[in-house]
């Protein structure tokens, strides 16, 4: 699979809206978010480590994601390696609320697994959109 592919498959709706599976990552995979809110982690090494994170994280969620829209995906001089600007949607699961956020991913992705995923997110916007 393209890194392309790989995303695409990651972030369709019945991976948004269920159980976070980890099918796209590799078991080494990093995952950064240089720019995390504050008690958030920066970075989390392995798939194990990740998925103890963000199952917990998602079910605690006042959101409940249900969209992702890709703006843009930039090719890089590496194969592996794709940026992506895309947004997601959800509801607020209390007030029944519609929010977006914008985001943009670099990946790196091989033998069709993602083994370097750095996001960067407007953390107040999402902050918002969660009514923080």
């Given at each position: 699979?393209?890194?392309?592919?790989?995303?695409?498959?990651?972030m369709?709706?019945?991976?948004?809206?269920?159980?976070?599976?980890g099918?796209?990552?590799?078991?080494?995979?990093?995952?950064?978010?240089?720019?995390?809110?504050?008690?958030?982690?920066?970075?989390?090494?392995?798939?194990?480590?990740?998925?103890?994170?963000?199952?917990?994280?998602?079910?605690?969620?006042?959101?409940?994601?249900?969209?992702?829209?890709?703006?843009?995906?930039?090719?890089?001089?590496?194969?592996e390696?794709?940026?992506?600007?895309?947004?997601?949607?959800?509801?607020?699961?209390?007030?029944?609320?519609?929010?977006?956020?914008?985001?943009?991913?670099?990946?790196?992705?091989?033998?069709?697994?993602?083994?370097?995923?750095?996001?960067?997110?407007?953390?107040?916007?999402?902050?918002?959109?969660?009514?923080?």
């Amino acid at each position: 699979m393209t890194p392309r592919e790989v995303f695409e498959r990651a972030m369709r709706p019945e991976a948004l809206a269920g159980e976070v599976s980890g099918d796209h990552l590799a078991d080494d995979v990093v995952i950064e978010w240089p720019f995390a809110a504050l008690g958030r982690p920066r970075r989390i090494e392995g798939k194990a480590a990740f998925l103890a994170m963000a199952g917990p994280a998602r079910a605690a969620m006042p959101i409940r994601i249900d969209e992702c829209a890709i703006d843009t995906v930039h090719e890089t001089a590496d194969p592996e390696v794709i940026v992506v600007e895309y947004r997601l949607g959800g509801v607020r699961t209390a007030t029944g609320e519609r929010g977006s956020t914008d985001l943009i991913a670099v990946l790196r992705v091989r033998d069709g697994k993602v083994v370097h995923w750095r996001e960067y997110q407007d953390t107040l916007a999402i902050a918002q959109s969660m009514g923080a």
